[in-house]
C-alpha cells in the first residue's frame, strides 16, 4: 500500500511538472511591437500608424525571419485600403530595367536572379515582396546606389562623383553630394569605428554610406505620388534614430509624413528605454530567433 502511496506521489509530482513545463513553454514569445513611447502595441494598432503616412521606412535586420514575414504583414495590410509604392535597399538603380522587366513578365526568374546583383538571401527574404509588387499591381523601385560607386567615394571622397561619366552619374541623386552635420545617425556612426577604419579615412566612410543614404531618399521622393504609401525595406542602419533616409527625405520635402520602423533584437523581446528613441515603431524580436543566413 506504501508504495503505491508512493508512486501515487510521484505521478502527482511529474504532473505537475508537465503542467509547469507546458506553461512555461506557453509564455515563449518570438516578437513584440512597440511605439515611440514604450508601449506594446497589437499589429493592427502599428498599421493604424501607418495608414496616413507617405513613406514608410521599415528598417530591417537582414537574416532576420520575423522583419521579413512582418515586411509581407504590412504590405499585404496597407494593400488592403492604400495605394501603394514599393521600393528597397537591396536594389541597385541600374537594376531597374531588369527589376521592371520581371514586373512585367519578360524576363525569368533565373535572368532577374544573374543580373540584379541580388543578395544571397534573394529568394527567402526578397522575392516574396517582389512577387507581392506582381500580384497587387505595384511598382517596385531599385532605390541603392551601386555599390561601386560607394566604394569610390570610401576611397577617393564624395568630391570624386564629379569625375564620373553622365552615364554613371545618371544612377545617382543630383551632384555634389553634401553630407548633414546634423544627423545623429552619421555622428553614431563616426563615433563607433573612432577616427580611422584600415587605414581609410573617417569622413570618406561616412560620405560612402550617405550616398547610399541620399541616393535612397531621391529615388523615394522621385516616385511618390498623391495618396500613394511608398514603403521602403533596408537595414536599419539607414534610418535608426531619424536619420540617413529621414534626413535627406526631409530636406526634400519637409512636410512629409514619414513613419520609421526600427527592428531590434532583445532577449524576452523587451526594450530599453533608450530604444524608444529609435522609431516611431520598435520591433523586438527574441535573440534566440533564429537566422535566414
Known amino acids: 500500500m506504501r508504495q503505491i502511496q508512493i508512486m501515487r506521489l510521484l505521478l502527482f509530482g511529474l504532473s505537475l511538472f508537465a503542467a509547469f513545463y507546458v506553461s512555461e513553454a506557453q ?29 514608410v521606412l521599415f528598417g530591417e535586420l537582414h537574416n532576420n525571419p ?30 531597374q530595367v531588369v527589376v521592371d522587366e520581371y514586373l512585367a513578365d519578360q524576363i525569368k526568374l533565373d535572368h532577374l536572379k544573374k543580373e540584379a546583383k541580388v543578395w544571397p538571401n534573394f529568394e527567402t527574404d526578397y522575392l516574396p515582396l517582389i512577387e507581392a509588387a506582381i500580384e497587387y499591381s505595384v511598382p517596385f523601385i531599385a532605390t541603392n546606389v551601386p555599390r561601386r560607386y560607394a566604394s569610390y567615394v570610401a576611397k577617393n571622397g564624395p568630391e570624386a562623383l564629379a569625375q564620373l561619366s553622365d552615364e554613371a552619374k545618371s544612377f545617382l541623386p543630383p551632384l555634389p553630394l553634401k553630407v548633414p552635420e546634423n544627423d545623429t545617425g552619421y555622428a553614431e ?53 531619424y536619420s540617413g533616409i529621414y534626413t535627406y527625405l526631409k530636406q526634400m520635402d519637409p512636410e512629409l509624413n514619414i513613419v520609421v520602423i526600427h527592428s531590434l533584437e532583445q532577449d524576452n523581446c523587451h526594450i530599453e528605454e533608450s530604444d524608444t528613441k529609435q522609431a516611431d515603431i520598435i520591433i523586438s524580436v527574441n535573440t534566440d530567433m533564429t537566422k535566414t543566413y
Open 27 to 55: 509564455e515563449v514569445t518570438a516578437y513584440n511591437i512597440y511605439n515611440s513611447k514604450g508601449k506594446q502595441i497589437s499589429f493592427e494598432k502599428s498599421i493604424k500608424l501607418m495608414h496616413d503616412a507617405d513613406v
Open 66 to 95: 520575423i522583419c521579413h514575414w512582418l515586411q509581407l504583414e504590412v504590405v499585404q495590410a496597407l494593400n488592403a485600403d492604400r495605394k501603394m509604392i514599393l521600393g528597397a535597399e537591396m536594389f541597385e538603380t541600374d537594376d
Open 189 to 241: 556612426m563616426a563615433e563607433m569605428m573612432g577616427g580611422h577604419r584600415h587605414g581609410m579615412d573617417m569622413s570618406n566612410m561616412v560620405a560612402a554610406q550617405a550616398i547610399k543614404d541620399y541616393t535612397m531618399a531621391w529615388n523615394i521622393h522621385q516616385n511618390l505620388h498623391e495618396d500613394a504609401v511608398f514603403l521602403h525595406f533596408h537595414g536599419t542602419f539607414h534610418s535608426h534614430l
